[in-house]
C-alpha cells in the first residue's frame, strides 16, 4: 500500500515557491506531474508524507503556504483511491 498527499496549485511559480517553503520546514516533498485525475490546471503537483499533512494544512490555515487543493492518493493492489482533504 502506498499513501501520499498531493498538493496542486495554480501555476508552477506558486508550486515551486512552495516546494521551496516546505523544505525550509524540514517536510521531505516531491514534484510530481499532476495526476490527471485531480485537475487540469498548472502541470505541477507536489507530493508529501501522510505524515505531514497535518503540518501541511496548519501551514496553509497560518498563510504560509498557499495551495489550490490537497488530495489523499491511496494506492492498494493497483487500485487507486483519490480523496479531496481541502
Do not use: W
Not at 47 to 63: F, Q
Amino acid at each position: 500500500m502506498n499513501e501520499f498527499g498531493i498538493l496542486t496549485f495554480q501555476s508552477t511559480h506558486h508550486a515551486m515557491r512552495a516546494e521551496r517553503i516546505l523544505t525550509e520546514e524540514g517536510i521531505k516533498t516531491k514534484t510530481i506531474p499532476t495526476p490527471r485525475d485531480i485537475t487540469l490546471s498548472c502541470g505541477l503537483a507536489i507530493r508529501v508524507a501522510v505524515v505531514d499533512l497535518e503540518k501541511v494544512i496548519e501551514m496553509k490555515k497560518s498563510g504560509e503556504l498557499d495551495y489550490k487543493e490537497l488530495h489523499h492518493l491511496q494506492t492498494v493492489d493497483g487500485q487507486r483511491a483519490l480523496k479531496k482533504l481541502d
